[in-house]
């Protein structure tokens, strides 16, 4: 990739950090697009070897078309940290024992890119960093650069982990009691099994991270959120008691000009973009439910098969996503051996690997999503205006879930009151039965009253998010905002 230092002088010069995993390189990229159309901006982003090539081709044609926009490449260091080689994202991990040394690999960029820093006539403007990399806030004070944070969540998150922390409700109950999360605009009730990591693991390295995370959190600029304030104004509201500067720039897919962004999201889609709008084009418009896990998630095959099962049940159009990982042969045996796929032909569509998530949530073809609650998932389907039915694994998504269900009414849960535990989903067994998901898609289907109004919500909710991005709607006023304070900042270098 090429590096390009042209910039024009009073153009601001934004220095993206991402972290290594799809869900936060796809809405960095996004947020680089929409910081680059905005005008007067010029974004260099960090990158690796294997991320540029799997992610760059996001940017391909926007570079082309001129916006100013370039890859930094750093050589990464798989063998130093027992990396298997060409390892430089969560999803490639063989296995999450692994995670710490990831995140070492990441860590030892920051020498590489201080001397980047240092070799250029003017230092940028901003850091724009992941929340999850620590070493951006020594860069960014070594240089006296404001730096953004960047988590990939939203503000009804950061108001539950909040208080959590400072009331510690949690140690006070029992393992499955459900409490309620104190001082919150709405009557969240969660239980202890269904908190992200950071309340329940009792060890000393997640204890220490988290202080480091919390005192780099204080020290940041700002942040910018993916979400827009209409969807959780209130969170927003409260959040911006807590901290100075924040900045809801999302939907930050919204940021797609046209379809064949769309299809250029992250991995090369698995299904040809004509076969994939063919397969939707021929199906009554409503009817498809749309069943995708994210990008981390490793679902036990036995607990997959629970999902193909009810997928089969619901005797409606569907398109699973079955994402190549470990124990892939398992579940390919139930699909294509056992029968699964030939019993299903005539109105299933089984993507293996990469769906063109975007796309096929555009399409009016698509009546419900079945999401694990990732938050750009929970986004896209939002500003789709498609209703969710809400199966969250891990960490944040019990609170998306709640915000979905709860809050916006937009979806059905299938009611898990348990996290499975990322790298030992075989302890976490089968956590959802058929039943359980039947129900729920059954709901989110149903042509009643019931449904009507609640796919009349959603539809309502993706006017409100693409409002928010055109001219004059509250994200693109909060990318101008931010991009003045920084010019502000700047200016008193
Ligand atoms: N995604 C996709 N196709 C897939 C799986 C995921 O395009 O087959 C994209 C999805 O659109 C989203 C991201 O990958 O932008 C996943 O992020 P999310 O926060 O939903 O979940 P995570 O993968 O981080 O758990």
Same mark, same amino acid.
């Given at each position: 990739?090429?590096?390009?230092?042209?910039?024009?002088?009073?153009?601001?010069?934004?220095?993206?950090?991402?972290?290594?995993?799809?869900?936060?390189?796809?809405?960095?990229?996004?947020?680089?697009?929409?910081?680059?159309?905005?005008?007067?901006?010029?974004?260099?982003?960090?990158?690796?070897?294997?991320?540029?090539? %799997?992610?760059?081709?996001?940017?391909?044609?926007?570079?082309?078309?001129?916006?100013?926009?370039?890859?930094?490449?750093?050589?990464?260091?798989?063998?130093?940290?027992?990396?298997?080689?060409?390892?430089?994202?969560?999803?490639?991990?063989?296995?999450?024992?692994?995670?710490?040394?990831?995140?070492?690999?990441?860590?030892?960029?920051?020498?590489?890119?201080?001397?980047?820093?240092?070799?250029?006539?003017?230092?940028?403007?901003?850091?724009?960093?992941?929340?999850?990399?620590?070493?951006?806030?020594?860069?960014?004070?070594?240089?006296?650069?404001?730096?953004?944070?960047?988590?990939?969540?939203?503000?009804? /998150?950061?108001?539950?982990?909040?208080?959590?922390?400072?009331?510690?409700?949690?140690? /006070?109950?029992?393992?499955?009691?459900?409490?309620?999360?104190?001082?919150?605009?709405?009557?969240?009730?969660?239980?202890? /099994?269904?908190?992200?990591?950071?309340?329940?693991?009792?060890?000393?390295?997640?204890?220490?991270?988290?202080?480091?995370?919390?005192?780099?959190?204080?020290?940041?600029?700002?942040?910018?959120?993916?979400?827009?304030?209409?969807?959780?104004?209130?969170?927003?509201?409260?959040?911006?008691?807590?901290?100075?500067?924040?900045?809801?720039?999302?939907?930050?897919?919204?940021?797609?000009?046209?379809?064949?962004?769309?299809?250029?999201? @992250?991995?090369?889609?698995?299904?040809?973009?004509?076969?994939?709008?063919?397969?939707?084009?021929?199906?009554?418009?409503? =009817?498809?439910?749309?069943?995708?896990?994210?990008?981390?998630?490793?679902?036990?095959?036995?607990?997959?098969?629970?999902?193909?099962?009810?997928?089969?049940?619901?005797?409606?159009?569907?398109?699973?996503?079955?994402?190549?990982?470990?124990?892939?042969?398992?579940?390919?045996?139930?699909?294509?051996?056992?029968?699964?796929?030939?019993?299903?032909?005539?109105?299933?569509?089984?993507?293996?690997?990469?769906?063109?998530?975007?796309?096929?949530?555009?399409?009016?073809?698509? @009546?419900?999503?079945?999401?694990?609650?990732?938050?750009?998932?929970?986004?896209?389907?939002?500003?789709?205006?498609?209703?969710?039915?809400?199966?969250?694994?891990?960490?944040?998504?019990?609170?998306?879930?709640?915000?979905?269900?709860?809050?916006?009414?937009?979806?059905?849960?299938? @009611?898990?009151?348990?996290?499975?535990?990322?790298?030992?989903?075989?302890? =976490?067994?089968?956590?959802?039965?058929?039943?359980?998901?039947?129900?729920?898609?059954?709901?989110?289907?149903?042509?009643?009253?019931?449904?009507?109004?609640?796919?009349? %919500?959603?539809?309502?909710?993706?006017?409100?998010?693409?409002?928010?991005?055109?001219?004059?709607?509250?994200?693109?006023?909060?990318?101008?905002?931010?991009?003045?304070?920084?010019?502000?900042?700047?200016?008193?270098?």
């Amino acid at each position: 990739m090429a590096l390009d230092e042209s910039q024009e002088p009073n153009q601001l010069h934004f220095l993206f950090v991402p972290m290594g995993s799809p869900g936060h390189y796809i809405p960095t990229i996004d947020m680089a697009k929409l910081l680059a159309q905005h005008g007067g901006v010029r974004v260099s982003i960090v990158t690796t070897p294997v991320n540029a090539l %799997r992610f760059g081709s996001i940017l391909d044609q926007p570079i082309q078309s001129g916006l100013p926009i370039s890859f930094l490449e750093f050589p990464f260091s798989y063998k130093e940290f027992g990396l298997p080689e060409g390892c430089e994202s969560i999803d490639d991990l063989p296995n999450m024992g692994l995670a710490g040394a990831l995140m070492q690999a990441y860590a030892s960029l920051q020498k590489q890119v201080e001397e980047y820093i240092e070799k250029l006539d003017r230092r940028p403007d901003c850091i724009l960093a992941d929340t999850f990399l620590l070493w951006p806030s020594e860069t960014a004070k070594k240089f006296r650069i404001p730096r953004v944070m960047f988590d990939g969540m939203n503000c009804i /998150t950061q108001m539950c982990n909040h208080v959590l922390y400072l009331s510690k409700v949690y140690e /006070t109950v029992g393992e499955s009691e459900s409490f309620v999360l104190p001082g919150l605009p709405d009557r969240i009730e969660l239980r202890r /099994t269904q908190l992200p990591f950071a309340f329940t693991l009792n060890n000393k390295t997640m204890s220490e991270f988290n202080e480091k995370l919390r005192v780099s959190e204080a020290e940041a600029y700002g942040v910018v959120v993916n979400s827009f304030e209409e969807l959780e104004q209130d969170y927003v509201d409260e959040y911006q008691k807590v901290r100075d500067k924040v900045y809801c720039i999302g939907p930050l897919s919204l940021c797609q000009k046209d379809e064949s962004e769309n299809i250029q999201r @992250g991995n090369k889609s698995s299904i040809n973009k004509h076969e994939c709008i063919k397969w939707l084009d021929s199906r009554e418009n409503g =009817s498809v439910i749309y069943a995708c896990l994210g990008s981390i998630s490793r679902i036990e095959p036995a607990q997959l098969i629970e999902l193909g099962l009810a997928l089969e049940a619901s005797k409606r159009p569907f398109i699973w996503v079955v994402r190549a990982g470990h124990k892939t042969e398992k579940i390919e045996k139930w699909i294509d051996e056992e029968g699964f796929e030939e019993r299903t032909k005539d109105r299933g569509l089984v993507i293996r690997g990469w769906a063109p998530q975007l796309l096929v949530l555009s399409h009016p073809a698509i @009546g419900g999503f079945l999401t694990h609650c990732g938050w750009n998932s929970t986004l896209e389907g939002i500003s789709a205006g498609v209703p969710l039915v809400t199966w969250p694994q891990f960490q944040e998504q019990f609170y998306n879930e709640k915000l979905v269900v709860q809050v916006l009414r937009t979806g059905v849960s299938v @009611g898990v009151t348990k996290t499975v535990f990322w790298g030992n989903e075989v302890e =976490s067994g089968v956590v959802v039965k058929s039943d359980e998901f039947i129900k729920a898609i059954e709901m989110i289907m149903e042509k009643g009253i019931e449904g009507d109004e609640r796919r009349k %919500r959603a539809k309502q909710l993706s006017k409100i998010a693409n409002k928010a991005l055109e001219e004059g709607g509250s994200s693109q006023r909060n990318i101008t905002r931010l991009i003045q304070d920084i010019r502000i900042q700047s200016s008193f270098k």
